[in-house]
């Protein structure tokens, strides 16, 4: 498997609080990764400071082997695409408009959506089970649609590594889980990565393969979802006590 992300000795600051310290990540292709800690921990830092959004206070990040600070924005977004937490919109664009933006890495300034640039479009919004609102107004959406048509335009974009900031955020139960299924299904199909912030650990057992733990003292913990998820890392990690459940097979961690 090859490397698309990876950070050496990386540490990240945020006012006073220290978020991580010399952490050192590989991401590799086909890989799925959950990043997991409490509220206010610095999940998003993180994820903003990968995406080079952020410079960190020191360390270094490398987007396939090379610097990503000395990379331009659209030689990011071809191949690191960012989902935001929330979004807010402030032109009453349509769906199909708005989800158009994430072909724009590929193209050329002033240049018009091609018939391709349109199919990618539409074949997105159908993954998010929302072609039929191609010409809605975007302000016309819940929160839960409106997430779905930010993912759409992310897919769009067609990265190889997609950084998530709670894909899951303003879905109900059964959107979690057809995204998250779909999401998963396509990225093992094309070879592709995800990094995921999550608030559901079951949720990142279920669909990721690798986890970073952030506690709130600024260490950190790595590995695979079965080797540092349990009931003694969780507890640790929200500051209050977890157990484990066990059904077929499958591990299910609730407050203790």
Same mark, same amino acid.
């Given at each position: 498997?090859?490397?698309?992300? $990876?950070?050496?000795?990386?540490?990240?600051?945020?006012?006073?609080?220290?978020?991580?310290?010399?952490?050192?990540?590989?991401?590799?292709?086909?890989?799925?990764?959950?990043?997991?800690?409490?509220?206010?921990?610095?999940?998003?830092?993180?994820?903003?400071?990968?995406?080079?959004?952020?410079?960190?206070?020191?360390?270094?990040? $490398?987007?396939?082997?090379?610097?990503?600070?000395?990379?331009?924005?659209?030689?990011?977004?071809?191949?690191?695409?960012?989902?935001?937490?929330?979004?807010?919109?402030?032109?009453?664009?349509?769906?199909?408009?708005?989800?158009?933006?994430?072909?724009?890495?590929?193209?050329?300034?002033?240049?018009? $959506?091609?018939?391709?640039?349109?199919?990618?479009?539409?074949?997105?919004?159908?993954?998010?089970? %929302?072609?039929?609102?191609? #010409?809605?107004?975007?302000?016309?959406?819940?929160?839960?649609?409106?997430?779905?048509?930010?993912?759409?335009?992310?897919?769009?974009?067609?990265?190889?590594?997609?950084? %998530?900031?709670?894909?899951?955020?303003?879905?109900?139960?059964? /959107?979690?889980?057809? %995204?998250?299924?779909?999401?998963?299904?396509?990225?093992?199909?094309?070879?592709?990565?995800?990094?995921?912030?999550?608030?559901?650990?079951?949720?990142?057992?279920? /669909?990721?393969?690798?986890?970073?733990?952030?506690?709130?003292?600024?260490?950190?913990?790595?590995?695979?979802?079965?080797?540092?998820?349990?009931? #003694?890392?969780?507890?640790? %990690?929200?500051?209050?006590?977890?157990?484990?459940?066990? #059904?077929?097979?499958?591990?299910?961690?609730?407050?203790?």
């Amino acid at each position: 498997m090859s490397i698309l992300l $990876e950070t050496h000795q990386l540490s990240v600051t945020i006012a006073d609080k220290t978020i991580c310290q010399k952490l050192d990540l590989q991401i590799k292709s086909g890989q799925s990764w959950a990043i997991l800690g409490m509220n206010g921990v610095g999940k998003t830092t993180l994820l903003h400071t990968l995406a080079a959004l952020r410079t960190p206070q020191s360390g270094t990040i $490398e987007l396939l082997g090379k610097n990503i600070f000395q990379l331009n924005k659209r030689a990011i977004a071809k191949i690191l695409g960012l989902l935001l937490q929330d979004h807010e919109d402030a032109f009453p664009g349509s769906v199909m408009q708005t989800v158009l933006t994430g072909r724009h890495p590929h193209m050329n300034n002033w240049q018009w $959506e091609s018939a391709q640039d349109i199919a990618i479009a539409k074949q997105a919004l159908a993954f998010v089970e %929302l072609e039929e609102f191609a #010409e809605r107004s975007i302000l016309t959406l819940s929160g839960g649609e409106r997430r779905r048509v930010a993912l759409a335009s992310l897919l769009c974009q067609q990265p190889k590594l997609f950084l %998530l900031d709670e894909p899951t955020n303003h879905l109900d139960l059964r /959107y979690q889980h057809r %995204l998250l299924d779909n999401l998963s299904t396509q990225l093992r199909q094309q070879n592709k990565t995800a990094i995921m912030i999550m608030h559901d650990v079951n949720l990142a057992m279920r /669909y990721c393969n690798h986890a970073l733990l952030l506690f709130n003292d600024g260490s950190h913990q790595i590995g695979f979802c079965n080797e540092v998820i349990n009931k #003694e890392s969780l507890s640790r %990690l929200y500051d209050y006590p977890m157990r484990s459940l066990k #059904e077929n097979d499958t591990e299910i961690f609730i407050p203790g």
